[in-house]
């Protein structure tokens, strides 16, 4: 759960990082691309439209100067004009009379049509050039158009003269100008991307690493190094754990070397207070309440020297001394022979051990006979303790899905819920009065791990109290020879 917990924080973090970049990259790319695009829009437009201008001016100027008085004088000067129109390719060139009616075109089809645009208003009217920009109503073509007044020598206004030109070209220009600009937007915004995400990787990475490697040493696997791969913050950050995960293993291995050393000197007065409680017991001279001192003694040391072997046992989990001696197991004989050994004892406190034996045949699996039968008496010791007010212990086995499958069920209180994830943990006792050196589970899950199995702690889904703990060994297979 750690882990993916990790690795969720680290995809957030990316996935935060690439918003704000990404969203930030692309709105002002898009900006710049509409801003970009009206601007070529405004400019070309402005362009046409300035060039006509002038022109219109120039050859109004122009023209007017030459221009006799009568209209018959003015329409053949201007059909001299139109003739002689050199742009014709390019450029409409109408002249329009004070109706505006155009009287001469360059095109031919325009005459006798009223463009009343503004354009031709603000010419005929106003006696200034104006122009418009819009729609052709016969063919939908986009056009432009500039109008300039034609103004006799007394000042009156005789006509117009006006230039009218397609905006196809310009138009496919802009456009084509606008989708470069969305071009070369699309190549910022992925070039922003793959720059974004070749840097968070080299971010997001390490920190998944050195993640996963904070859990680890979290889960026991002290002294672990990561790889330095950036002289930078992170860097600093891995020497940080690197320091931390050798310094918590030095403090692990000296607990280990103290524990051991203890534990060796304390066997020794162990089994001779053990020895003498025993010989003490048969001396007769001793009254009645010398010998139930004597019989206190005799279970305290008991109940030490068994706690100094699983302390010893802990030693060799933790130096690499622990081994298993595996074999095909009648692991059905195994639980049997256990609960044999261990239900004669628990007579003596009053308690009783429940064990149908199966059915039908248990399948054999890889192990080691005396370790699993040390998880067994383990197990139904710890139920005896927490479960001794109910008085039994139920045991059962099976095998399905290729598990062989043993619980066993104490009536006692049960474990917290809150408890539940730690209690396998080393040194871990709980909430719990029982006495004991919290590390008798953790050598089961230790031992059962090695055969490749599973153990499970939970509280019974019955309604009643007690405790549900299920061992569960994978069924032995013709290629499965090692562990």
Known sequence: MGKLLGKKNIRGLRNRWLRSGILLTIAIVVLFTVVFSLGIRSYYYSAVRTGLETKAQSASTFFTGYMSRTYSQYYQ???????????????????INTRGVVEISSYGISAGTSPDTPDVAAALDEGRTGHWQGRRSATGERIMAVTAPLVSPNGTVVGAMRYVTSLR??????????????????????????????????????????????????????????QKKYDDEIGDLTDAINEMSEKIGESEKTQTQFISTVSH???????AITGWAETLAYDESIDADGQRGIAI??????????????????????????????????????????IYT??????????????????????????????LKQVFLNIMDNAAKYGRAAGRILVTIGAAGGWVIIRFRDFGPGIPPEELPFVKKKFYKGSGKERGSG????????IIGRHKGK??????????????????????KEEDLTI
């Open 342 to 371: 261990y239900g004669n004892l628990m007579k003596q406190e009053g308690m009783t051990v429940e064990y149908a034996p199966p059915e039908t045949d248990i399948p054999m699996v890889l192990g080691d006979g005396s370790r």
């Open 265 to 271: 000197e304390l066997r020794t007065p162990l089994t």
């Open 297 to 338: 003694i005799s279970k305290e040391s008991g109940r030490l020297t068994k706690m100094v072997e699983e302390l010893l046992e802990f030693t060799r989990i933790q130096d690499g001394r622990f081994n298993l001696n595996v074999e095909a197991l009648d692991v059905a004989g195994e639980l049997e022979e256990a």
């Open 439 to 446: 590390i008798g589970l953790a050598v089961c899950e230790e």
């Open 169 to 226: 070209l310009v138009s496919r220009q802009i456009g084509l100008l606008s989708v470069l600009a969305a071009c070369i937007g699309l190549v910022i915004i992925l070039a922003v991307v793959l720059t974004n995400l070749y840097f968070i990787r080299t971010v997001t990475e390490p920190l998944v690493e050195l993640t996963a490697l904070a859990h680890r040493i979290a889960e026991g696997s002290y002294g672990i190094q990561a």
């Open 77 to 95: 000067s201007a059909y001299r004009y139109t003739e002689g129109f050199e742009d014709k390719d390019i450029l409409e060139l109408q002249f």
């Open 455 to 476: 153990l499970e702690l939970e509280n019974a889904a019955d309604g009643r109290t007690g405790l549900v703990v299920t061992v569960m060994l994978p069924v032995m």
